[in-house]
């Protein structure tokens, strides 16, 4: 029987994400590629998603709205966490490291463009869900950060870090001239077991658990970061690093909170304070 094939998105490279056969053997060898990576050590890459046409529009359109992206600025330890002078000086939850953070506000990409195209395109949800295997799987419903590019310019990059989400999923879109390795310690932590010792030999420089990843314009990766302690290398020369995040979560129809909002984006909107007062009211009954 004749089925309606889907509209191919130009910037897509369909060869190494065959989301227009989503029955086939391509692609299901890819998605059971993906699921033993993230078994085996937290993180899977797809290299090469993007046709060259479709690297130079995303980073056209980073360029572009680069000016917009909100830049702050704190110091923090590997676990967002406030100091504790209770422990010793070295202890993993006493090392702070400046952290500077460059995010453009999903509302910069506009339906139809180069950025959201990859995120709309048939089947790329589903796709990264079927390699996460999680459910329930819905798109973050914020509108200053359901799709978003983080921007880094020269500097010490993204330090040490376990993230509070589960995953995440990242498009490299352009490099810095040098640095900005993606490194990290596969499962150096449980929720048992926050295995201090080797956090520390890893801030240290002196684990050899820690692996390197040179992601390339293109490359998609899903990277289970709650466990694995991880960063974006120091960054060298005048290009910006830019790096799509797309976001989902377990609940529809959920954003931010107004704080939350405020700090990474440097905005909120109406819905973030509608929904504050319906989580209030929620909470009140
Ligand atoms: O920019 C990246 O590649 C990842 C940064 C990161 O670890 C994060 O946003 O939590
Ligand atoms: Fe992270």
Same mark, same amino acid.
């Given at each position: 029987?004749?089925?309606?094939?889907?509209?191919?998105?130009?910037?897509?490279?369909?060869?190494?994400?065959?989301?227009?056969?989503?029955?086939?053997?391509?692609?299901?060898?890819?998605?059971?590629?993906?699921?033993?990576?993230?078994?085996?050590?937290?993180?899977?890459?797809?290299?090469?998603?993007?046709?060259?046409?479709?690297?130079?529009?995303?980073?056209?359109?980073?360029?572009?709205?680069?000016?917009?992206?909100?830049?702050?600025?704190?110091?923090?330890?590997?676990?967002?966490?406030?100091?504790?002078?209770?422990?010793?000086?070295?202890?993993?939850?006493?090392?702070?490291?400046? *952290? &500077?953070?460059?995010?453009? %506000?999903? @509302?910069?990409?506009?339906?139809? #463009?180069?950025?959201?195209?990859?995120?709309? !395109? /048939?089947?790329?949800?589903?796709?990264?869900?079927?390699?996460?295997?999680?459910?329930?799987?819905?798109?973050?419903?914020?509108?200053?950060?359901?799709?978003?590019?983080?921007?880094?310019?020269?500097?010490?990059?993204?330090?040490?870090?376990?993230?509070?989400?589960?995953?995440?999923?990242?498009?490299?879109?352009?490099?810095?001239?040098?640095?900005?390795?993606?490194?990290?310690?596969?499962?150096?932590?449980?929720?048992?077991?926050?295995?201090?010792?080797?956090?520390?030999?890893?801030?240290?420089?002196?684990?050899?658990?820690? *692996? &390197?990843?040179?992601?390339? %314009?293109? @490359?998609?990766?899903?990277?289970? #970061?709650?466990?694995?302690?991880?960063?974006? !290398? /120091?960054?060298?020369?005048?290009?910006?690093?830019?790096?799509?995040?797309?976001?989902?979560?377990?609940?529809?129809?959920?954003?931010?909170?107004?704080?939350?909002?405020?700090?990474?984006?440097?905005?909120?909107?109406?819905?973030?304070?509608?929904?504050?007062?319906?989580?209030?009211?929620?909470?009140?009954?």
């Amino acid at each position: 029987m004749a089925t309606t094939p889907i509209t191919l998105n130009r910037h897509l490279n369909y060869s190494a994400l065959p989301l227009h056969e989503p029955g086939g053997a391509q692609y299901r060898a890819l998605v059971e590629r993906m699921r033993r990576s993230l078994a085996d050590v937290g993180c899977a890459v797809v290299n090469n998603i993007l046709t060259p046409a479709g690297v130079a529009a995303l980073v056209d359109e980073a360029d572009r709205v680069a000016p917009n992206a909100h830049h702050s600025y704190n110091r923090t330890n590997p676990y967002f966490t406030a100091d504790d002078n209770t422990l010793e000086p070295t202890h993993p939850k006493r090392r702070f490291y400046d *952290r &500077t953070n460059a995010f453009v %506000p999903a @509302d910069n990409f506009a339906t139809g #463009g180069p950025l959201r195209g990859i995120h709309d !395109a /048939p089947g790329f949800d589903r796709f990264i869900q079927e390699c996460l295997q999680v459910e329930p799987f819905h798109r973050y419903a914020d509108p200053l950060a359901d799709v978003i590019i983080n921007q880094a310019t020269e500097g010490p990059g993204f330090p040490w870090h376990f993230d509070t989400n589960d995953y995440t999923v990242t498009l490299a879109i352009q490099n810095a001239e040098g640095g900005g390795q993606f490194e990290y310690a596969p499962a150096i932590r449980t929720p048992h077991e926050e295995n201090f010792d080797e956090v520390r030999r890893v801030l240290d420089g002196q684990s050899d658990r820690v *692996r &390197t990843l040179d992601l390339q %314009p293109g @490359d998609l990766q899903l990277f289970l #970061g709650r466990h694995s302690l991880h960063r974006v !290398a /120091p960054l060298t020369g005048r290009r910006p690093r830019y790096v799509g995040i797309f976001s989902y979560v377990d609940q529809p129809n959920m954003v931010a909170s107004p704080e939350r909002c405020k700090q990474l984006y440097g905005r909120v909107l109406p819905i973030h304070y509608q929904q504050a007062g319906q989580r209030a009211d929620v909470l009140l009954d």
